[in-house]
């Protein structure tokens, strides 16, 4: 039996997909900002913010336990306003051989919607799947979107490349 899983769900919000990806890939220090009952930090470890290879270090709550993670940028792509995250150290890896985060952020008309996949092994059958983690994913996306909305001046800071 494989222990290999793959979870993915959308959400949909008013902010644009350009500026989404921006906070999350550059500026994922920010996030704190917008869900800091969430994401407690997110601090540059290696690398430049938004690059791959770069490595982050989170603090943040899941479960109503105070967690960490270890993260490497492991791809970016600007054009499709997508990334992924490959989890090496932290509180995901006591029940996962292996854990990545992926986020596209695909325009609409108005507004965007925002794909999270996550895609791990399983140490065992028995250990629990990451619903509960997709859902913050979900309420974090939420979080940022009316962050982006909002009277903060974060809307503005889109920067050219």
Known sequence: MTLYRKLETDVEIKASAQKF???INRKPH???????????????????WGKVGTILYWHYV???????AKS????VDEENNSLT???VEGDHL???KSFKIKIQCIPKDKG?????????????EKNP????????????????????????NEGSFITKA
């Open 30 to 48: 920010h996030v704190s900002n917008a869900s800091s009952d969430k994401i407690r930090s997110c601090e540059l470890h290696e690398g430049e």
């Open 112 to 124: 965007s919607v925002i794909r999270f996949t996550l895609e791990y092994e399983k140490l065992h």
């Open 129 to 152: 799947d990451s619903h509960s983690f997709l859902q913050l994913c979900v309420d974090i996306a939420k979080d940022i979107d009316a962050y982006l909305m909002g009277d903060n």
């Open 94 to 96: 006591k029940h996962n």
């Open 62 to 68: 899941h479960d109503e336990k105070d967690c960490v």
């Open 72 to 75: 490497v940028t492991e791809d």
């Open 21 to 23: 990806h921006e906070i």
């Open 85 to 87: 995250w490959n989890v």
